[in-house]
């Protein structure tokens, strides 16, 4: 079987999962193409060298750029913060190594413009690029995308989204990079709103055109870990509400205050025939109502997401026995693999990255004016 | 014990519900005053005749003008459409009646304010006025603003409450005059996006004071009865976020079209000690998260909130012993008829149904305009 | 309209409940005959006095036997312990008058016996009796029914149904007649188990007809009100598995020590093409799977039966406006006013009572000798 | 670092999640020992070799024999039907390697005492054998075990558990030597119900001592693959009632016939002080009722167990992001090398497995002669 070579930057929380994917889809996906985790590449040698043997990574290298000079690295899988992406995504592809870059894209529209014009070069040489929203792999998330391009919903009238979680409900909790927006960009908005912006959109099939939006610090000021303490200039929350290109009302909510919610991604779709509704806390479950059942047993059904028929489920356990976060970053490594092997063009693009990093900028400019926002692009 | 007689108008949904509440408020409540049923008023004699026997109410008159005359009505109950309001309670309070006049208060702030008005002038005399917000009297409502003000959420931060219903999700459901803006005001934005404005005020003890909206109306168009269309010219759903004046940030959202939810009236609070959530189609419950517990024991409470202890509770049967929705106009009773008794503000008062209005106000203009709306008086 | 005249003896819980019912079923359900709340019947003619003043009821009496001599009462709502039931009971039917008895049946199986037998004589006169299992009407339980009966499960295989309260979980908590098997018969099984033994038959359409079982006691002396301790000589928990005359398995569990369960009757079926779920703790809920339906998107749907197609839902609010614990009494009633007016036979009847109290008679007996017992009768 | 050399025999569903837990117990654990996949045993050379390129074994043998005499393998991992365990197990400890064996540990009390005595005699040199209850380590039954042993709990009074799944529920499923009692012993009993048996008295750390027991056949006949039908001489479902030496009652049932319910181990625990309650179907949850909370704010808990202070759940992912299935296997082979890097005792030993053999033992006989049994040795 061929093989494709794995330099991966960056060995941190998104490493370790990224790791058990390359580990782990061989035996259950079977992929076209065999993935071998060649390099990890880390600034400190004795750091990277300790994850590697943990993470069984084969070598290690100091310098990312010197995966884009090995023969033994065809693809370049991106770990790293957001202010790190560009100038390496691009390097890789410009090198002709496929790329899988952790979300959101980039800080900025404009880097992520840059990278999106340089995986438009790279795909006509085809060297494939691909942006690492995992959670559209969620079994339940992507067979809600399923049921409404089935037209089990029939028109998508409206959705709400939260992304909650709690980890700074905690006034004391100490100060870091993230809470500063010259190196996060910004808070909870890029941080788990990316990944609400873009799972409604791949859900519905449509994109959000303009926003109304709230951002909000309630802690702003946070002590740091050696003393003192740090200007949080970030969000803590974002709100939002907006409008989709297929005429559907919106409301998006992204907090990292919010008590005793961990993990919380929740999403709701109505439809003129039926209605989704999901929680990551809970992700081996949707919950469908089909308008058409008769009123005597209508009913949200509560559908567990784990038989043959459902997307993902299949390649693991039997019916009933749950899958896990992880996973997510399995199936997305298996469905790059097979885009690589098959000439196809991996999704989410590196161009859908760029359109939320478009709507990203449109909430943080009209929680300034105060005013509707149109997103870029989507005139 | 001294009565109080009771004289009221309209007999439709509502007036069901409060006959109900004046029948069971003694049994169970045994108020200082004890109501009588005395006089129901209705245009059509043989209808509020048939009502009156149904319902238990001792006479019929077919002007509610005539109830202001009669000396066995001491309070007149409002239960009719919002457009008729105004004009009922206003001359009722001027004639010295107390009054309880349903919700919204008015379908305009003018309206609103001049029954504000005239409450505060009968006030002097004596003469109270309620305005019937019948949700802030579910038991977990209750209990829910009982720990914010008791400080167990500490400081509020965020509020997302939503109001969801579906009978007009089928594009077939009949044209009434609840499509049409000159009768009703609004759409699903006064209907029921008054009762989750009124909610998340009463539970923070806090006011919204700006807003961002957005309505949206998805079935333009609706069949007659009796044939031909009628034009819709009210919102099937109202998004809305805004700010309070406690520096929290909430978002609202009211839909009659949202496929499978029934009644799901949701209010989530977070605070910076804790959390609440609850829905209406679960009225019996809370769920509670105190930031202060163990991790290793950490998590939302499902309080069934039928003790002794709970608000209303106690006064109807052991605990785990269910209530329901009426439960709720039998509780607003019997604080009415406290107050009244004891020469107390009851609450809401027609004031806060006024701010009510004027929260709508603003969601209605911010629409038009697509900007941030500041709530009138609210500086 | 005619009217019934109603003599009510007892007025604790049930006696607030049966007040409850006969106060409220005309408004809502219409009945063909009236109900008029006639007389209350209580030892002391003061706490009477206060209670009829409270509940309604036109006249007290402290002798039930004169309710028998009295023409204004047709019938007698027996809402007292359980050892007073035959006596009552059979006097009354002996008197002509229609009965309403509370559940338990009574307290044996001899008496419970000479009651169906009382009964039997009365009806060849067209007077009507019905034992208080009030469960059965709860609008989910009247649709499960409805549903197995429809042959929407198949043929039914399994059940599993528990009664959890916590009031006696707290070793503390004080002695009362309750546990002394001289008055109250039995503790959990006679008091909470004869719902699930009737809920169960009733759903199912089934009769156990054999059972294993254990009875525990884990707290066996309780302190006295007024000093001292007192002996248990009930059961704080029973525990059963049975056969159904219609080839199914069942488990039965009842207890008044499961902390943190207020009021949780649960009920589960399985049958060959689909399966139920209930918990009174959300009573207004049903959960339904059809195992008809595509692997997709089949699960358990929660139906909120609260529909104008739902047994009794109809008659109250709209759709999603929950019901309560004390709307069972009122169906009850209903129910049982049409079966006088219309000559019919009310379920359940007093040989449905005598039927659970023989299966309760097993569960005691084959806890005492550890081996299978027959239900008396159902060979 | 030391290794350890792993043989497994058997490579169908159990072999593929043995297989995922060598894998990645290293990253994620970093035992004392590492696991080496060294040589996968499978009687057909085609397709275990077939398997072992799958799942990542090094070398493949076709007798699992072999397996004793490789220097490279130090730890038999068994994963074949039950009936070959006794067989396999026992030769492996004689020789000296350590043992994983799958459960049920045997088909029969006397294989599995001949293989309890086999680890007895190999503990004497040091060699190690566990029985792979698997679902002792999921987090959340971790935390059940460790909450009911600090105390929480107080007094453990009333155990439901039941494992319910419906891959039967279909007359037409297909008959396999599953339905054969001469080769799998049982059906739903020592399939599933073995589980339960293991995780209530793991959970509560009591034993039970004896059981009234009930066995139902719903589909007689199945048809056979090739054509005709086979006769089922196994239980569909498995219902009993006992006692605990800690003076507990509980309730278990097992079933493969209950519709819509995928893989629902479902097991309540209620104390003197508190109660618990679990449901496979959502693993990552325990739900935790504190009876000393205030009435006021008591409820139910709902724990993610996803916490650095959870049992396992601090090794993988923050917290709220879930854990499936596969990572009970993990963890086991985790605390595995660990009790064999330390010299101590892994845990559910062989013993353990031969006493959940008399318990299956003993709700057979019940079954059959309808009287209460004592199970085997634990007077």
């Given at each position: 079987m061929t093989t494709v070579g794995v330099g991966m930057v960056g060995h941190a929380f998104m490493g370790r999962a990224h790791s058990q994917a390359w580990r782990n889809v061989g035996p259950f996906f079977g992929p076209p193409l065999s993935p071998v985790m060649a390099v990890l590449a880390g600034r400190s040698a004795e750091r990277a060298g300790a994850a590697a043997r943990a993470l069984g990574w084969a070598a290690v290298e100091t310098d990312w750029k010197e995966l884009l000079r090995r023969?033994?690295?065809d693809l370049v899988d991106i770990c790293t913060p957001g202010d790190s992406h560009a100038e390496i995504a691009v390097a890789a592809l410009d090198a002709g190594k496929h790329v899988l870059c952790e979300k959101p894209l980039a800080n900025t529209v404009a880097e992520a413009a840059a990278m999106a014009d340089a995986a438009e070069r790279a795909r006509a040489r085809g060297v494939r690029a691909m942006v690492g929203f995992n959670y559209r792999r969620v079994p339940a998330i992507a067979l809600a995308r399923r049921l409404v391009a089935d037209g089990?919903?029939?028109?998508?009238r409206q959705v709400r989204a939260q992304y909650l979680q709690d980890?700074?409900?905690?006034?004391?909790a100490p100060y870091t990079w993230r809470m500063d927006r010259d190196r996060?960009?910004?808070?909870?908005l890029g941080d788990i709103g990316a990944h609400i912006i873009d799972t409604v959109q791949h859900v519905t099939g449509q994109r959000i055109t303009g926003v109304s939006s709230l951002l909000g610090t309630f802690v702003p000021e946070r002590p740091r870990p050696g003393g003192g303490t740090g200007r949080v200039t970030v969000d803590d929350a974002a709100l939002f509400i907006g409008r989709t290109d297929g005429g559907a009302l919106a409301s998006f909510e992204a907090t990292r205050v919010a008590a005793g919610r961990k993990n919380a991604l929740r999403v709701e779709v109505n439809g003129s025939d039926g209605s989704l509704a999901f929680d990551l806390e809970s992700l081996n479950e949707l919950w469908f109502h089909d308008r058409a059942e008769d009123a005597e047993t209508a009913g949200f059904r509560r559908i567990l997401v784990t038989e043959p028929v459902h997307p993902y489920a299949g390649k693991w356990w039997p019916p009933g026995h749950l899958l896990g976060y992880e996973h997510t970053f399995t199936h997305q490594a298996a469905d790059l693999l097979t885009a690589i092997a098959e000439g196809g063009d991996p999704s989410p693009s590196f161009a859908d990255g760029l359109q939320v990093q478009r709507v990203l900028a449109a909430v943080q400019a009209g929680a300034e004016s105060g005013a509707w926002t149109d997103v870029e692009g989507s005139a």
């Open positions: 023969d033994d690295v089990r919903l029939g028109a998508v980890w700074l409900a905690d006034a004391d996060a960009g910004s808070g909870a």
